[in-house]
Structure formats: C-alpha cells, structure tokens
C-alpha cells in the first residue's frame, strides 16, 4: 500500500504487531525532494538525508571537527604550552561567558534554528586555536582572554543546538543509542588531534610547548568543522521513519522563547534536582588535565595518555549508550541501575585516583620540571590505567546526564533549553575550578582532588528523587505538546490503517 497521496508527498508502509495479529499499521508519509530519498549503496540502505540519523552523524562530525579538537589541544594540559598560566586564564573567561550564554543559549536556538546556531558556534573553536599558536609567539595573553571569551558565547550555542538534536530527534528506545553514536564519533576528533600531537612530538622526551604544525592542523580542522555545520537542516524539516516529527514550535519568536525558558523552569522545577550533576560534570576536567596529565608527564606522553582518555570516552559511551536502551528492561528501573553503577564507579575508580594523588605535592612539580613519566618509564603502566578510567567515567556520566534529560521529555523546545542549563551550569562549575587553578597561590593538588571526589557523590544523591520519582516509562505525546503550539497531527504524520488477514475477514 504505497503512494502518492497530494502531489507533494511519498507514502511509505511501516508493519507493526498489534498483541493480537500483525496488522498493515502506518502509512509512513515523506514530503518530496532529495532530502528525503533514500541512498542505497549495494545491500546497504541509507537513510534519507533529513533523518535523525543523518543529522545525528553530521552534528556529530560538526563536534567531531570543533569542540573534539578543542578537548584534544585540553588533553594536553596547558593548551600545548610548557606553563598552565596562558590556559587557566582564557578558560576561566571561557568558561564564565559560557555559563551565561549556555543558560539563556536555547532560547537563541529555538529562535534561530539548528543551522544557523551550529554554524555561529563553530567560529569560536578556530579563534581559541589561532591564540594558542599567537601565544606561543608573542606571548599575547589578551588575545587568549579573548579567544576564550569569544568561544564562551559560541559553544554555549553550539551545545544547546546539539543537545536538542542528540536528545528531541531519535524516538524514545533509541535515545541512549544516539547519545552513544554522537559521543564516540565527537571524542574520534579527539583521538585524532592527540595522535597528530603525539606524532609530531614522538621524539621528544623533555617537557614543551607543541608544535606549531600541532596548532595549524587544529585550527585548519576547526574552521572545517564551521563550515560542515551549513550542511544540518533544521528541526522543522526533519522526518523519523515512522513518519513522526520532531515537536517544536511553529511560529517561534525572541517572545515566545524567552518567556518559553522561564515556562521550563516553572512547569518542571525537579530540573533543579540534577543542577549539581550538571555542575560537577567538568569540574574535574582541571584536576586531571592541569594537575595529573600536564604536571606528571613529559610532552610527548601527555599526548599519548589525551588519546587513550578520549578513546576510553568512545568505549564507555558504547557500553552506557546501548545499555541504557535496553528493550527487555524497563526504563524507571534503567534509570535506577545507572543510578547505582554510577555510584559504583565514582568510589572505585576516584578511591584508586585518590591513591595515585597521594604521591605528590605542589612543591614536588615546577613547570622546569622535566622529569616527568615517559612511557617507557618503570611505573607508568599504572597512572596510564587510571588515566584511561578517568576517560571511561566521563563518558558514563554524561551519558547518563543526557539520558536522564531525554527521558524526562521529548520537546525539542524543552530539551534545548534543557541542554542550555546543562552546559550553562556546568560552565560555571569548570570558570570556578579553573580559576582557582590558576591562581598565584593554587590550591593543594589534593584539595582540588577532593573537590572533585565529594561534589561527584554528592550531586548523584541530589538526583535520586529524579530516578525514583519523575522518569517514567514512556512520556505521552499530548504531555510533550503543551510546551509547543502544534498538534497531534502536526507531529504524528501518519494516519492509522488497520487491515485484517484474509483468514479473519468476516
């Protein structure tokens, strides 16, 4: 039972089981045009290309391209300078702008669309970049500041609109799945970048500033990544395979959005509950960038630990993604054993950072120092482990975060706004940690270790009413539509056909 039915649309059938019999159930219907035509590569069938699983992927390789090379040039510790100084500094503004931007950055989105928000936000990444390989040079610490103030504004923009993708556009049992595909894909660019660093700096043992050829392949990689973002369309365009549509709104306005982020706070204030989750979720990217990675090995093994920590991102993404979508366990009690694992994780895995830390003081680093661990050194097997556990915990938490929100709703009005105070929140935990790392008189490196340690456990207890209480099963799609001006219609975009076998035919 496929055709046409008005001239501007394609009709597809979709088989469903009802419990009874197997019913002919939906007549899937696609608007014409290359956007929606499917690409088949031998045995392989692609889907079509405003699809969330085309936009997933090209979102993806947007991050891929950006903010992955912004994490491989983190990893290194120091911005791939010798001194934290430089970088403590322009991440302090980054991250201060960024918590203003990301809180209010999903109503510029929802009022601008997708594209347009992807693409301003990828500006920002080759800037910061393009400051670094300045800095090297001249030593020009304002224009750093600014780089960093600068990519405060843009990535606030750049996550909300990601967010939205990666949480409103895959329907609900795929959700943890998609958070894996776009995580692993994201954290590849970071693998990337650092194995670029590591081959460039393979045979140095001493500690220094990267290369310049480390800086231009980055920058040139970034301004890639700007430009890739034209190609997304937006949420309005986008249709799932069963025909259904993203719910946003139709007719938004710089009114109607800005009024819409303080109907999300007053309509679902347990967001509340998972603030300090969001808080916490880049606190301790300065401890282990700055205070593990940057002080404790030399140049070129700081690229080899950034790549391993990003590669176990890509691993734990995998494992928490797909586990999260487990279609014989119900989602409240999902909800609740990632609740309990997650605990698990942070005792074991911060305990056995908590061992490690104890070896060393400030007093025992300088950034002279250049005795730093090689990989070839007796004991390093050990921290490299740690290391790469650190990268893995990541990974389930933010998971787990984005899964959490997705399963709480699936507006893509609210959940931009959602992804909004997540990366806001969370911006200003990391302008506060960041800040205190650099300051002339930092604190202990042990301090900073508990710091991380106790704000972790704490905000999982912070978000257990969330587990228990608010994530239910499946989320009707008439709760989903009060935040927007659509209807059922608008968003279902099939109608029902029930046909009973022959055998079954009065």
């Not at 030593?139 to 967010?163: D, E, K, M, P, V």
């Not at 329907?171 to 954290?187: D, Q, S, V």
Request: with cysteine; hydrophobic share 45%; aromatic share 16%.
């Amino acid at each position: 039972m496929a055709g046409t039915r008005d001239g501007s649309k394609t009709t597809d059938t979709q088989y469903t089981q009802s419990p009874a019999h197997s019913i002919e159930a939906e007549e899937v219907e696609k608007p014409r045009g290359w956007k929606y035509r499917n690409v088949k590569l031998g045995p392989i069938t692609l889907p079509w290309y405003a699809s969330p699983d085309s936009q997933l992927i090209l979102v993806a390789f947007v991050c891929f391209l950006c903010p992955g090379m912004f994490n491989a040039l983190q990893g290194l510790g120091g911005g791939g300078q010798l001194s934290a100084a430089a970088s403590d500094d322009a991440n302090c503004a980054l991250y201060a702008t960024f918590a203003v931007v990301g809180f209010f950055a999903g109503t510029v989105v929802n009022a601008l669309g997708i594209r347009i928000a992807l693409s301003f936000g990828g500006l920002g990444y080759c800037v910061y970049i393009s400051s670094f390989l300045c800095y090297s040079h001249t030593r020009n610490l304002g224009y750093t500041i600014f780089a960093g103030l600068l990519l405060g504004s843009c990535a606030g923009i750049l996550w909300s609109a990601q967010g939205a993708i990666m949480m409103s556009y895959p329907p609900e049992k795929l959700k943890g799945r998609f958070i894996a595909w776009f995580w692993i894909i994201f954290n590849l660019g970071a693998v990337i970048g650092d194995l670029i660093a590591l081959g460039l700096n393979f045979h140095g043992k001493d500690k220094k500033t990267v290369s310049d050829g480390t800086y231009i392949g980055f920058l040139i990689l970034t301004f890639l990544g700007a430009c890739l973002s034209w190609t997304l369309v937006d949420a309005k365009h986008v249709v799932r395979r069963d025909g259904s549509r993203i719910i946003l709104m139709k007719h938004p306005t710089w009114k109607t959005e800005i009024i819409g982020l303080w109907e999300t706070l007053w309509t679902d204030p347990y967001i509340v509950l998972l603030m300090p989750m969001f808080f916490s979720s880049n606190w301790f990217y300065t401890y282990q960038f700055q205070d593990v990675n940057l002080v404790q090995f030399n140049t070129r093994t700081r690229a080899l630990n950034s790549a391993l920590y990003w590669l176990a991102q890509m691993f734990g993404a995998l494992v928490f993604g797909f586990a999260l979508d487990s279609s014989n366990i119900r989602r409240t009690t999902r909800a609740k054993a990632a609740w309990v694992i997650m605990l698990i994780l942070t005792f074991a895995i911060w305990g056995g950072g908590y061992v490690f830390q104890r070896k060393y003081t400030r007093k025992d680093v300088t950034p002279d120092d250049d005795t730093g661990y090689d990989w070839k050194s007796n004991g390093y097997v050990g921290p490299m482990f740690l290391y790469i556990a650190y990268g893995f915990y990541d990974a389930a938490w933010q998971t787990c975060v984005y899964w959490f929100m997705g399963a709480i709703t699936n507006n893509s009005r609210k959940l931009a706004n959602f992804a909004g105070f997540y990366k806001g929140i969370q911006s200003a935990g990391a302008a506060i940690i960041w800040k205190l790392d650099g300051r002339q008189n930092p604190p202990p490196f042990i301090n900073l270790f508990a710091s991380c340690w106790i704000l972790l456990a704490g905000s999982l207890l912070f978000a257990l009413p969330v587990m228990l209480l608010k994530i239910k099963d499946t989320v009707p799609v008439e709760e989903d539509l009060k935040f927007t001006d659509e209807t059922i219609e608008d968003v279902l975009g099939h109608r029902t056909v029930c046909e009973f076998p022959d055998h079954e035919k009065a």
